[in-house]
């Protein structure tokens, strides 16, 4: 009998949803990246019990009378089940925990920043390190092993005992980050007696011994080509589920192998990153996908439990224990068995056509004399038609729901989030804004303002009364924004001069119910973002010069002298932001605009936006990518890898500013956050441009690299040091015996006042016939210099 695979159903907003059941199996338990967890009756509780616990949950675990929850806030915390008050702190990481696993002497939880703690239950906790990645998943076996997958691709095998490493398999899927990952590698072992390890490689799922670490099975399905993600053994060891990142699922009985057919999904699946088998060992399991939607699997294998109190039933009635019309047992069996529901409490409106009431079925069919066959007869039959009726239902219901992708809110670069107490406004080359509140005390709202030269201007502290949330600073001038909500006078937005004698403060408040959702400045303009989509511009002095509208939802604004960037979603995203960028000109009244396409990572979202020093525009995305764009040839370069700069899977970088005309940029390295903190203020560093080039550490990756810098980017030595590196990558090419090498850049460069210098060298070097072969190319060069001129 193949099994039965539910419609998925809303559970959480789009994004990361784990899924388990209780202890009993009685209740299930989501939690999403929304912060909530619920609490279900079953997957068709239409009204779960929800607790908002943080802005994101990544992990969760039901042990007893307690719960374990990981959050954003980096800790693993307690709470009591099911009231679900707080009872302590587990454990706390200087990254979110993506991973809880337990058995009955040791609990164990795995970070985004590669470390894994365990506590065991009767001594101290200690730490797992080694690890080059974010810990994916993990679980602990009977006898006392923990496996745990990580983003470098390997799945490790620990001891806890003895605290020792005592196997690592390699070749699963690299990952650097664990958020918007769908593949875990989830391992899991043999529940009963712990002797065998599984997990998902690529489109199989490998089987190994515990004890003497060799491979016993490698599970496959014929029909299922995507990558398999998480894997879980059944209670009792007789069933391997496994699903994938298209959505697929696969169950195989373990000892012999054989597939268990099943139905497929009703409508377009998406990857499933969540399931649990009932602790029952029912033949049911629990599901939820990317999507933060919750479903099941029913009818797996026959329930060792069905029947059962059905057949007690019999039993007390033989013996005259049981009376055959006692309602409320009569009403457990037909929920528990024919509704799949809570037992019925009150009777059920007897004119609606659409309910099936226990109290009517028993009235109409049964008698005082009735027997055991009349009940089962009975109860056989409103099972079928009620099974009849939900087949039709779910026909009927089925739809093709078109797979959904979130979109990048707006955001100010080099800021951070605004539920901070302390954060930043704006952080640029000229100086930080930074905004100061307590939740406990409303009076303490402070901004202060700090210049990174303080011979030109002094530090600002102001009293935020008016909650002003978004800020711009440049050379001649401060600009912020606030909302509506305060004494409902509108959105306002408030300047300070920094350059300026008599009334250095002016201000404008929007209109209607517009709020300002964004602020850049300029030593020359303002600009101001609002939810209508408009763009106001403003002179320093608090001039109106223009209102432009975006062309679609804004991300990010920057601005830089006579000129501003916008970044706006050009189309609903995919599995990529779909940006373009508009490049304003605004000289006197005359204006001018470029659009152009953003460049991404595939999969990431834009971090930062910004003009370098030179006044070319600047993106940095998720994935770690400076990005530069160069006007001429209308194209972006990438300038710097992140990954260069991070020490662990966890670190991020904040930009501050780039300098081209130095080639260097000046970040942040948030060690375990994604963030850097105020106090103790952060130490900025420089990092030098290094495109992408194969083999950069080699001396001719690394020339090759200096070459492309110094002919694209506007830096102060550039032609100086072009011809530098042209001549050192010429001689390079001789050496390794490449004259066509060495002619063909030459002839790439097409310098005139290069050609006699290669000449020289190679007759030098007694590469005559190259000389001589350059010779040539010297005329040709000096005439399309001319004609260019």
Same mark, same amino acid.
């Given at each position: 009998m193949p099994f039965k695979r539910s419609n998925m159903r809303y559970g959480h907003i789009i994004g990361y949803t784990g899924v388990t059941y209780q202890d009993d199996g009685d209740r299930i338990i989501s939690i999403g990246q929304d912060g909530d967890i619920r609490i279900w009756d079953g997957v068709y509780d239409e009204d779960p019990t929800t607790s908002c616990l943080a802005e994101s949950i990544w992990a969760v675990l039901h042990s007893g009378s307690r719960i374990l929850v990981a959050t954003d806030l980096n800790t693993v915390q307690a709470y009591k089940y099911p009231e679900l008050e707080k009872d302590g702190i587990e454990f706390r990481f200087t990254a979110f925990v993506t991973s809880l696993a337990r058995n009955e002497r040791f609990l164990a939880a795995g970070s985004e920043d590669g470390t894994i703690k365990v506590k065991p239950v009767d001594g101290e906790e200690f730490e797992l390190g080694g690890l080059d990645g974010p810990v994916l998943s993990m679980d602990v076996s009977r006898k006392d092993l923990l496996a745990a997958s990580c983003g470098d691709g390997q799945l490790r095998i620990w001891k806890l005992n003895g605290k020792d490493l005592v196997q690592t398999f390699g070749g699963l899927r690299k990952v650097k980050s664990f958020e918007g990952n769908v593949l875990y590698g989830t391992p899991a072992f043999e529940p009963s007696r712990g002797h065998l390890l599984a997990y998902p490689k690529d489109q199989g799922i490998?089987?190994?011994? #515990?004890?003497?670490?060799?491979?016993?099975?490698?599970?496959?399905?014929?029909?299922?080509?995507?990558?398999?993600?998480?894997?879980?053994?059944? +209670?009792?060891?007789?069933?391997?589920?496994?699903?994938?990142?298209?959505?697929d699922i696969a169950i195989w009985e373990y000892k012999t192998e054989q597939l268990i057919e099943g139905e497929v999904a009703a409508s377009e699946p998406h990857p499933i990153i969540g399931l649990a088998w009932?602790?029952?060992?029912?033949?049911? /399991?629990?599901?939820? %996908?990317?999507?933060?939607?919750?479903?099941?699997?029913k009818d797996v294998f026959e329930s060792l439990d069905d029947g059962n109190d059905l057949m007690e039933m019999a039993e007390r009635e033989a013996n005259g224990d049981m009376e /055959?019309?006692?309602?409320?047992?009569?009403?457990?069996?037909?929920?528990?068995?024919?509704?799949?529901?809570?037992?019925?409490?009150?009777?059920? %409106?007897?004119?609606?056509?659409? #309910?099936?009431?226990?109290?009517?079925l028993k009235s109409q069919y049964m008698v005082p004399e009735a027997d055991d066959d009349l009940l089962v007869d009975m109860l056989g039959k409103a099972k079928a038609e009620d099974h009849d009726d939900e087949d039709s239902r779910s026909v009927a219901s089925a739809k093709v729901v078109a797979k959904s992708f979130r979109m990048q809110e707006y955001f100010q670069p080099g800021s951070t989030p605004v539920n901070f107490e302390n954060r930043y406004m704006c952080y640029n080359h000229v100086g930080i804004i930074r905004a100061h509140r307590s939740v406990s005390d409303e009076k303490e709202n402070s901004?202060?303002?700090?210049?990174?030269?303080?011979?030109?201007?002094?530090?600002?502290?102001?009293?935020?009364?008016?909650?002003?949330?978004?800020?711009?600073?440049?050379?001649?001038?401060?600009?912020?924004?606030?909302?509506?909500?305060?004494?409902?006078?509108?959105?306002? *937005?408030?300047?300070?001069? /920094?350059?300026?004698?008599?009334?250095?403060?002016?201000?404008? #408040?929007?209109?209607?119910?517009?709020e300002i959702i964004g602020v850049v400045a300029s030593d020359k303009i303002v600009v101001v973002a609002t939810d209508e989509r408009f763009l106001r511009v403003f002179t320093t002095r608090g #001039?109106?010069?223009?209102? *432009?509208?975006? +062309?679609?939802? *804004?991300?990010?604004?920057?601005?830089f002298g006579d000129h501003f960037l916008v970044a706006y979603h050009r189309s609903p995203a995919n599995e990529d932001q779909q940006l373009n960028l508009m490049i304003v000109t605004c000289v006197k009244y005359k204006l001018r605009c470029r659009d152009i396409p953003l460049c991404l990572s595939p999969g990431a979202e834009l971090c930062w936006l910004g003009y370098s020093d030179k006044g070319s525009p600047v993106t940095y995305d998720s994935a770690g990518i400076l990005r530069i764009y160069h006007a001429t040839a209308n194209m972006w370069f990438p300038i710097l890898d992140a990954?260069?700069?991070?020490?662990?899977?966890?670190?991020?970088?904040?930009?501050?500013?780039?300098?081209?005309? *130095?080639?260097?940029v000046q970040l942040i390295v948030c060690r375990g956050a994604k963030y850097p903190l105020t106090n103790p203020r952060p130490l900025p560093m420089n990092a030098t441009f290094s495109q992408p080039l194969c083999d950069v550490e080699g001396e001719k990756g690394a020339l090759e690299d200096v070459l492309m810098r110094s002919v694209y980017i506007k830096s102060d030595e550039a032609e100086t040091v072009l011809k530098e590196t042209a001549i050192k990558l010429f001689a390079l090419a001789c050496r390794s015996e490449t004259e066509q090498r060495a002619k063909e850049l030459v002839e790439t460069i097409g310098s005139s006042q290069l050609v006699p210098i290669f000449m020289k060298y190679a007759s030098k070097i007694k590469r005559y016939h190259l000389a001589e072969s350059l010779a040539p190319l010297l005329p040709t060069f000096q005439q399309q210099m001319f004609l260019t001129e």
């Open positions: 490998v089987v190994v011994d #515990t004890s003497s670490w060799e491979q016993r099975k490698v599970l496959k399905h014929p029909k299922i080509s995507a990558n398999f993600s998480r894997c879980a053994f059944s +209670p009792r060891g007789d069933y391997l589920a496994a699903v994938t990142e298209k959505g009932h602790p029952k060992n029912n033949g049911e /399991l629990v599901i939820c %996908d990317d999507q933060g939607q919750v479903g099941e699997v /055959l019309d006692n309602d409320m047992d009569v009403e457990d069996i037909y929920s528990k068995y024919v509704a799949g529901e809570k037992p019925v409490e009150d009777e059920s %409106d007897d004119d609606d056509e659409n #309910t099936i009431s226990v109290n009517k901004i202060e303002v700090e210049f990174h030269d303080s011979s030109k201007h002094h530090g600002i502290h102001l009293n935020n009364y008016l909650n002003h949330n978004v800020a711009g600073l440049s050379e001649t001038v401060v600009a912020m924004g606030c909302g509506s909500e305060v004494e409902n006078k509108g959105s306002k *937005l408030v300047c300070i001069n /920094l350059v300026s004698f008599g009334n250095r403060e002016w201000s404008c #408040t929007m209109p209607g119910t517009e #001039t109106q010069r223009e209102v *432009l509208s975006a +062309p679609g939802p *804004l991300v990010a604004m920057a601005a990954d260069k700069y991070k020490a662990g899977a966890s670190d991020n970088l904040f930009i501050v500013t780039v300098a081209e005309s *130095l080639q260097q």
